[in-house]
């Protein structure tokens, strides 16, 4: 339960903050151009409000509603969100957002998609000079990685490690990398070998519930007793194992394959020797070693996962002024990677895949950790961005359209077929809200 609330509070301020941010930059160009914005609401608010507050000699109500499905600026002389059509059919005013140039209805629209993009890469930025940027180089993870069983039926072996794809080095994993690449290069057994990829490999993984792959941590021995056939043998606490019977291994493939080796040793008989020796293959002071002991003696050493001794992390620190280009090139790359991730959605797993509000809850961190909200709340700007630019009715960018439509053919939609798009539009918006969050059902009740 408390890790139920730790998750809400995070969903709810980060989606607060991209609400207050994406209606302010409507708001803001509106006051710009003089157009009058009757009321800046936190939240949708049918039927009632939870809080409203009017300054004086203010034309805008300030206002919280009660459904946590987003937010809205209503501005005068545009059909939106609240379908204010008794004001259309009034006079046009100087005041009203009709009445305004094409170019500056257009700057008015795509305010809060720009707000939204500005700071997811203002967000970047501060991450980036307040932690720094922490990776580990996938060449050198010397104990590879560890595939789930799609990576492995396309020809990935745990132990691989990644050197490139199709022919571009890796400076760090990332599974785009790997899903936009015909030919994968790996290092598996001291020897390169190559990985071919099929075209439809993200919708294989998409019906995956485990990580395509995880780099393999060093785990260590935590004690050995003394005079023990582990120490006879040569084994010492703090030794890391990679390798049983010359197979490179993680951990939980250590646990059940001595379990395995165990029961198997058992079935063959005290005296059948083959079974009873295995192999295990560690690193002490940077040295690999090997030794062979008895299954039996094996079995009771106690090892435990330690990623600081086994993965290479790569710390890169910025300046305050470094920062902010490099907040930039994070910012222009996630959005690239989500823009050409889009069309894996419209395939039959990709629907399957779409989340609702227990999916973007999910993303975030069990425990707080500022760290990981901010990221989570940047990666969620950037999309929260680019949907709202999407060419569909009651979204910012069908707004766009019909505006673009409006400069070339040098008038405007009628204020029927208008109100028509923004009713078509919002329906398909809560059926896709009501779709995905069917998903989250689904996927608790499974």
């Known amino acids: 339960m408390e890790t139920f609330f730790i998750r809400a509070l995070q969903v709810i301020m980060s989606l607060s903050l991209l609400v207050i941010i994406h209606e302010s930059g409507h708001f803001l160009f509106a006051r710009l151009f003089k157009v009058r914005v009757e009321k800046f609401c936190l939240f949708f608010n049918p039927w009632f409000t939870l809080f409203k507050f009017k300054p004086r000699k203010s034309d805008t109500t300030y206002a919280i509603g009660w459904l946590p499905l987003g937010g809205y600026v209503k501005i005068s002389g545009m059909i939106d969100e609240s379908m204010d059509t008794k004001q259309m059919a009034q006079p046009e005013q100087p005041w009203e957002f009709r009445s305004k140039p094409a170019w500056q209805r257009l700057l008015i629209m795509v305010g809060g998609v720009l707000f939204n993009f500005l700071l997811a890469l203002f967000i970047y930025s501060m991450i980036l000079f307040h932690w720094g940027d922490e990776y580990i180089p996938a060449k050198e993870a010397k104990h590879g990685m560890a595939f789930n069983e799609t990576a492995k039926s396309m020809g990935f072996r745990d132990g691989d490690i990644l050197l490139s794809a199709d022919g571009k080095e890796f400076t760090r994993f990332a599974l785009r990398s790997v899903v936009d690449a015909r030919q994968v290069t790996v290092l598996r057994n001291n020897k390169e070998v190559s990985v071919y990829i099929p075209e439809n490999m993200m919708q294989k993984l998409m019906g995956d519930s485990t990580y395509f792959a995880q780099f393999i941590p060093a785990f260590v021995i935590g004690s050995v007793n003394e005079g023990s056939p582990a120490m006879a ?19 939980l493939g250590y646990q059940n394959g001595m379990k395995a080796l165990k029961a198997q040793a058992t079935t063959a008989g005290n005296d059948s020797a083959d079974y009873r020796r295995i192999t295990l293959a560690y690193y002490r002071d940077g040295v690999s070693r090997a030794t062979s002991l008895e299954v039996d003696s094996a079995y009771t050493i106690g090892v435990y996962p330690d990623p600081k001794k086994g993965l290479p992390f790569v710390k890169a620190t910025y300046g305050f002024f470094e920062s902010f280009p490099a907040g930039i090139t994070l910012g222009v790359n996630t959005l690239k990677g989500y823009v050409s991730d889009m069309k894996h959605i419209f395939s039959k797993e990709g629907a399957k895949q779409l989340g609702g509000f227990g999916t973007i809850g999910s993303i975030f961190p069990a ?10 709340t940047a990666l969620l700007s950037i999309m929260l961005a680019f949907m709202n630019i999407l060419p569909v ?4 960018g069908g707004h766009v359209l019909f505006l673009f439509y409006e400069i070339i053919a040098r008038r405007k939609p009628g204020d ?13 918006l809560f059926g896709l809200l009501i779709w995905a ?10």
């Open 416 to 428: 029927k077929f208008m109100e028509y798009a923004q009713i078509t539009g919002m329906t398909l």
């Open 233 to 251: 043998a040569g084994l010492q606490a703090g030794d890391s194992i990679y390798a049983l019977n010359g197979e490179p291994v993680s951990y």
């Open 393 to 396: 009715p009651a979204l910012d």
């Open 437 to 446: 969050n069917f998903n989250d059902i689904i996927r608790f009740l499974l």
């Open 367 to 376: 425990q707080w950790d500022w760290h990981k909200f901010w990221y989570m």
